[in-house]
């Protein structure tokens, strides 16, 4: 298995809701990642997981909480947000130390979220 | 810090070569990479760099020089399915997990 599969693709919330997107990887990457990509614009890095413990959280603002439940598995709890939130959310992983890896990221696919 | 920068569009014609440049300015170097990216979809790895010179594989080949900060990434033979922005990243100094990209340039392929 060389994917790495995130669902849902699309998801459209109001600004009151709670929802969760989900990330998942078996090739034994143990960083993973949460990047959001506006569109025409390169993919900003929000959070890293290494070795299932966050390790950089780019000051991102507290109504998006990350969570790794075990070394496969990548949550992004949404809460509270607001339209300018909308954004296609992406989530990769790598074996460890970037510069190590030839291959640096696998990338999912994506949610395409809409905060309306 | 790192500074990365690309053109924001290019135009092309299918058949033809095209070269897209990426400059970089950072506190240290351990490689460069090339992503593919097609609307709306996922990045998707295409070439790293981390020694001067140009590293070939089929269509696609990617320069490197690393006393000028520039790499480049160049299209033969282009295809109407090449249409897509094309993203240099580097990764910090030492390793580590933070892969910084470049703006994108957004290339489009055209009969």
């Known amino acids: 298995d060389t994917e790495v599969t995130q669902t849902p693709k699309h998801l459209v919330m109001g600004m009151t809701n709670k929802k969760s997107l989900k990330c998942e990887q078996h090739m034994g990457h143990r960083a993973m990642y949460w990047y959001k990509q506006k569109a025409k614009k390169p993919p900003e890095l929000m959070f890293v997981?290494?070795?299932?413990?966050?390790?950089i959280n780019e000051s991102v603002p507290s109504r998006f909480s990350p969570e790794c439940p075990n070394s496969s598995l990548l949550n992004l709890h949404l809460h509270a947000l607001q339209p300018e939130d909308s954004a296609l959310y992406l989530c990769?992983?790598?074996?460890?130390?970037?510069?190590?890896?030839?291959?640096?990221?696998?990338f999912g696919s994506g949610t395409r979220l809409t905060v309306v | 810090g790192q500074n990365i920068d690309q053109p924001t569009e290019m135009t092309a014609t299918e058949g033809a070569i095209v070269q897209i440049n990426c400059t970089y300015q950072t506190s240290g170097f351990n490689g460069l990479f090339w992503y593919q990216q097609h609307a709306g979809e996922a990045p998707t790895f295409l070439s790293y760099n981390v020694l001067d010179g140009l590293e070939e594989k089929g269509r696609f080949s990617s320069f490197l020089s690393r006393s000028k900060g520039y790499s480049y990434l160049l299209l033969k033979e282009l295809q109407m399915k090449d249409s897509a922005s094309y993203l240099c990243a580097v990764p910090p100094l030492g390793g580590g997990n933070k892969l910084t990209f470049g703006t994108g340039t957004q290339l489009k392929v055209e009969l």
């Open positions: 997981y290494s070795y299932e413990k966050l390790s």
């Open positions: 990769a992983s790598s074996q460890g130390q970037t510069g190590g890896s030839v291959y640096g990221y696998t």
